[in-house]
């Protein structure tokens, strides 16, 4: 009690007791711990700040607590480089955004942690090395060993991939300018125009190991025989200037001026001829002969009768197809069926030992259905288009002009031996009688009734003609009712009875003259006139 009475001053004293004692403190070195300081102080500082202790300015400034931060980051100046440049943890989270004792407080002691860090719930995103790809599976101790800070840890690929690199770092450490984060085996397009040697063609298909093998990077050959000495067909006589030729875009494309260069021009089937059907395997023929003849005689189908200028006739574009112009470079134009033969058809011996006849009966002797007794001249009736078609024969002047059924008649029909003689201008000459057998006398006479539009069209005025005019029932009989046999019917007899004894009911009895009673319309008709005489 009576120690707590000695210690009972009122508050004005007390306060004038905290100044003096204030101003004590400020009269002390910086380095010593103020007595108010040691009064106020919430306890000891952890042991990375232990050294601070007894200076309480170099982490707080008096009476001002918007002021605590910049001591901080005076003493931590990463920190603050971070937080300025918006990088790292703490500028890339809201740690710059408020104070610094809301994570890191202090006065707790010597064993106190300032740094709270939990590896499984970090979000590593919000460093400057977010994990991508492979690295998302890694785990904190993989990358950051212990005993050193978290921002020292390297972020270069060799640092940790060293031990893998299967390139023994022949190739730097700039790992990512190939390979991604997302697998190891996964690469990025290499620029390799960036060296001496670009990708073009069908080298860009091909692997990095094709061409380094080995990991051999430098002084990589780049001549095409260095790499494709097993594959050049030419067996290395025609040297090692391969580009020459080929191309990078395939083996078997070449570039070669056979125009300018062996002065000989690739032209038709020759320019998709491979190399080796002209010049051998492996260049073995080096001057093969430019003649047409001197590569092809074995493909001459005229077996050298033609002489060896193939040109003459033939082109390069096929060895079928022939450009001889025979209308303009012989005396015989090929027309009609003569232009689609082929030479042989009529060149059966070499047309510079045997020329051919340009008449028609020179070629076509055997052919002559006429067997020469028309001529030699066969193109009067015939063409070249067809020997049986459209025969041009006028035979309207011949003595008999073919008129009404004989005008579409084929030669043959009436000229069967096809000697085309004169089978005589009657009618008989080629028609037998068949339906009068003669009875209206020979056939010379056909033309009397018939006529050439149509057989059965005839025409004959028998009152005019004969001296026995038709009459009565007379008129409308048919020819043989009177013309029964065969004869001359100008001497068929006119009188009745010659015809009609047998119908005479009088027997004779009133004489022949049967027309003096009776009429031709009807037999029973009598004339009484006669009769009243």
């Not at 029932?473 to 065969?486: E, M, N, Q, V």
Request: aromatic share 6%; hydrophobic share 30%.
């Amino acid at each position: 009690m009576g120690r707590c009475s000695r210690l009972r001053v009122s508050g004005l004293t007390f306060l004038r007791l905290l100044a003096a004692i204030a101003l004590m403190g400020w009269m002390l070195p910086a380095a010593a711990q103020s007595l108010v300081e040691k009064l106020v102080t919430p306890g000891p500082l952890s042991a990375a700040h232990a050294k601070l202790e007894a200076n309480c300015s170099a982490c707080h400034e008096s009476f001002s607590r918007a002021d605590q931060n910049g001591k901080c980051t005076a003493c931590h100046k990463p920190v603050a480089d971070d937080v300025r440049n918006r990088s790292g943890f703490h500028g890339k989270s809201n740690a710059g955004t408020q104070p610094c004792k809301t994570c890191h407080s202090d006065h707790h002691g010597r064993g106190f942690a300032l740094v709270k860090f939990t590896p499984a719930g970090f979000n590593h995103q919000l460093t400057d090395y977010p994990l991508v790809g492979g690295h998302a599976r890694a785990t904190c101790a993989g990358c950051h060993p212990a005993g050193k800070r978290h921002r020292d840890t390297p972020t270069a690929c060799a640092t940790c991939h060293a031990k893998t690199d299967p390139h023994r770092g022949q190739l730097g450490q700039a790992c990512q300018s190939c390979h991604v984060v997302a697998t190891w085996k996964t690469r990025l397009p290499f620029d390799h125009s960036s060296t001496r040697f670009a990708l073009t063609g069908a080298h860009r298909a091909a692997t990095c190991q094709a061409c380094h093998a080995g990991e051999r990077w430098k002084a990589t050959p780049t001549q095409c025989v260095a790499c494709h000495a097993k594959d050049d067909a030419h067996k290395g006589s025609l040297g090692p200037a391969c580009a020459t030729c080929h191309t990078a875009a395939s083996w078997k494309a070449t570039n070669f001026d056979h125009d300018h260069d062996t002065r000989f021009a690739l032209l038709g089937k020759h320019a998709s001829t491979s190399c080796a059907a002209c010049h051998g395997v492996a260049n073995a023929i080096p001057k093969p002969p430019k003649t047409c003849i001197g590569c092809h005689a074995k493909q001459d189908v005229h077996k050298g009768r033609n002489g060896s200028d193939c040109a003459r006739c033939h082109n390069n574009r096929d060895w079928k197809q022939s450009n001889f112009n025979h209308d303009t470079m012989t005396r015989f134009v090929l027309k009609g069926a003569h232009r689609p033969l082929e030479c042989q058809a009529c060149h059966k011996q070499p047309p510079r030992i045997v020329a051919l006849p340009v008449t028609c009966i020179g070629c076509h002797a055997a052919d002559d259905p006429h067997r020469n007794r028309l001529g030699p001249e066969c193109g009067s009736c015939h063409n070249e288009i067809g020997w049986k078609d459209h025969v041009v024969f006028d035979h309207g002047l011949t003595r008999f002009p073919l008129l009404g059924k004989h005008a579409p008649l084929a030669c043959t029909s009436c000229h069967a031996d096809k000697g085309f003689a004169a089978k005589g201008l009657a009618c008989q000459a080629c028609h037998d009688d068949r339906h009068h057998a003669g009875t209206l006398g020979p056939a010379l006479a056909c033309a009397t009734c018939h006529g050439v539009n149509d057989w059965k069209l005839w025409r004959f005025d028998h009152d005019r003609a004969t001296q026995f005019a038709l009459t009565g029932r007379h008129k409308g009989l048919i020819c043989t009712a009177c013309h029964s046999r065969p004869g001359d019917p100008a001497k068929t007899p006119t009188a009745c009875v010659d015809c009609h004894r047998q119908n005479d009911v009088h027997r004779g009895n009133f004489g022949n003259v049967c027309e003096r009673c009776h009429v031709t319309s009807n037999f029973s008709e009598i004339k009484f006139d006669i009769l009243r005489k």
